[in-house]
């Protein structure tokens, strides 16, 4: 069969998103060689570009028009594109389709990631949460198959769109290979690259209000004194962090709170081996990928109570409420001190993170595709 993808983030975007796609295609074409993939993007990064392996086929805007105007080439142009290229199947990998798709006979599939823009609206522009409703609701109405990344957003999906729940399929996501193949002499390596502590605590994330780094500083400054780590927060975008650096300075904690940026995706894995534990105390996620990420890494894992991340997290991690720096200082500290506890976690979460390989993620995936091209 032929099958396409939305591959705009897969040959832009760094993280989230973008890794989310490029870990899917890598084991699709490993794993389904037979089929033909083709990739459709309005723009490509070399250095995202050799992440993927395989003979992709790939597609940009043709005309003078499209190139100027590449949003409304994903939004219509792409449709045509791939009806001439006899498509059988074309995947949205993030909570759109184009919007004439249903115009063309074409078979579709949607991953919906979360429903974050209904659920905080207060963290985005109010003509970009009319773009990503329009959007979202267009592709969950008129997709043949919804993926959700998590029974929390298959619930999210019918709660507030009123989607049938047979019509969604809950499809966990899994990381880079490199974190399964990570030689373990590597952390050291990235300490002196990065200039690491020593021992560290870390979070890894955007800076946005909803990953909630303050308050894990925080739970640190409570705990300062007592513990031997310092605090390590990996992250580059995102409209909170000149606060979190604001928050530091006021608490005098320059010197055990240290934030790094553009960490490549080869030395991430090792970011996360060389830590003592994770802390997530993101206030709501589709799914949480960066907790699934040290697990991989066997760190024990401290995240948000409830929803899709401990669903990422599985039971062997220590759930906390997010809001509550007291609470989170003593999870930390409960965590450090405990060798039989941690021992516990690393096994029980390496046991977890087996149920979520990219050859289990490409497996469901290829199933949800078959079956909607089986049908009548």
């Excluded at 250095?47 to 992709?56: M, S, V």
């Excluded at 798709?101 to 109010?126: A, C, M, R, S």
């Excluded at 959007?135 to 043949?144: G, I």
């Excluded at 497996?363 to 091209?373: A, C, P, R, S």
């Amino acid at each position: 069969m032929k099958l396409a993808f939305d591959a705009k983030r897969a040959l832009n975007n760094f993280t989230g998103l973008g890794n989310h796609a490029r870990i899917l295609l890598n084991a699709m074409m490993r794993d389904f060689p037979e089929h033909e993939y083709l990739l459709l993007t309005p723009k490509i990064n070399d250095g995202l570009f050799n992440e993927l392996t395989g003979d992709f086929e790939m597609q940009t805007p043709e005309t003078k028009f499209q190139k100027a105007f590449p949003a409304l080439w994903r939004s219509f142009g792409i449709s045509k594109q791939m009806a001439d290229s006899r498509v059988d199947l074309y995947h949205g990998l993030s909570n759109e389709l184009p919007l004439n798709i249903h115009n063309t006979g074409i078979k579709t599939v949607v991953t919906i990631h979360d429903l974050i823009f209904l659920k905080h609206k207060e963290q985005y522009p109010w003509i970009d949460r009319q773009v990503y409703e329009y959007k979202t609701k267009y592709a969950t109405k008129h997709a043949d198959k919804i993926i959700a990344v998590s029974n929390e957003t298959k619930n999210d999906l019918m709660e507030m769109y009123g989607v049938p729940g047979d019509k969604i399929e809950v499809v966990y996501q899994s990381v880079d290979s490199l974190f399964w193949t990570t030689d373990d002499r590597r952390p050291t390596t990235v300490k002196q690259t990065y200039n690491l502590p020593e021992k560290f605590i870390l979070n890894v994330g955007s800076f946005f209000p909803r990953k909630n780094q303050e308050r894990l500083i925080e739970a640190f400054d409570l705990i300062k004194d007592k513990v031997e780590e310092s605090l390590l927060l990996a992250g580059s975008t995102g409209n909170t962090r000149r606060t979190v650096e604001e928050l530091i300075e006021r608490k005098k904690l320059s010197n055990r709170v240290k934030i790094i940026s553009g960490v490549t995706n080869e030395d991430m894995p090792a970011l996360y081996k060389a830590a003592n534990v994770f802390v997530f105390p993101s206030l709501m996620e589709g799914f949480g990928m960066p907790v699934l990420e040290a697990l991989i890494s066997k760190v024990p894992v401290i995240a948000t109570k409830g929803g899709a991340i401990e669903e990422a997290g599985g039971k062997g991690s220590l759930y906390i409420n997010p809001t509550n720096a007291g609470e989170m200082a003593n999870a930390i500290l409960k965590v450090l001190s405990n060798e039989a506890l941690r021992n516990q976690m690393i096994e029980a979460g390496t046991a977890h993170a087996l149920t979520m390989t990219d050859k289990l993620f490409a497996e469901k995936t290829m199933k949800v595709y078959e079956e909607v091209l089986n049908r009548p």
